[in-house]
C-alpha cells in the first residue's frame, strides 16, 4: 500500500490551489498538491505535507500549520493499486500561484466550481464533498476502485 498526502490549501478568498498534474498517476486532472510518504525513514502525514509544500509549491511550512482534516483507503486505484491518502489542510491563506512545474501548472478555484473541473472521481464523488462540508471531525472514506466503479463507504 502507498502513502501519500493532499494538501488542501486556499487564498484569502478562499478559494483552493490546484495542480493539473503533468505526471502519473492522475494525469491531465486538477487535484491537490501533494505526494507519497517516505516509508523507509517514517515519515509522518505533517513532516509529508511540509516537504511537499515545499518541493511541488515552492513554500516552507512547519508541521503545526497543518490539520489532518482526513484519511481516505483507495483500493485498486488506476496506475498505483492500494493507496491511503491523508488530507491535510494548510492553516494559513496562501495568495500567490506557484510557478509551473514538472508536476504541472497551478490554479486557485472557488470551492462552488471545483466538482464541474476535470478532478478524480474519488476526489468528485466523495473528498471534496468532506473537505467542504465537514469541519467538525476528521472524516474516513473507503473506496473499492475495481473496475472504475468507485463504490465507497463513510466510516466516520
Request: charged share 25%; aromatic share 12%.
Amino acid at each position: 500500500m502507498k502513502l501519500a498526502t493532499l494538501l488542501y490549501i486556499k487564498n484569502n478568498g478562499g478559494d483552493f490551489l490546484l495542480i493539473e498534474r503533468t505526471q502519473k498517476p492522475n494525469r491531465g486532472f486538477w487535484s491537490p498538491p501533494g505526494g507519497k510518504l517516505i516509508i523507509d525513514i517514517a515519515e509522518s502525514p505533517f513532516a509529508c505535507a511540509v516537504r511537499e509544500m515545499k518541493e511541488e509549491c515552492g513554500f516552507d511550512t512547519k508541521t503545526a500549520d497543518w490539520t489532518l482534516r482526513g484519511i481516505v483507503t483507495e483500493k485498486n486505484y488506476p496506475d498505483i493499486g492500494n493507496l491511503m491518502l491523508f488530507a491535510m489542510e494548510y492553516g494559513i491563506a496562501v495568495n500567490e500561484i506557484p510557478p509551473e512545474s514538472p508536476e504541472g501548472k497551478f490554479g486557485f478555484f472557488n470551492p462552488s466550481i471545483i466538482k464541474s473541473l476535470h478532478i478524480p472521481p474519488v476526489d468528485k464523488l466523495y473528498l471534496w464533498d468532506f473537505v467542504l462540508n465537514n469541519k467538525k471531525s476528521v472524516f474516513c472514506i473507503d473506496v473499492d476502485c475495481n473496475d472504475g466503479k468507485y463504490t465507497g463507504k463513510i466510516e466516520k
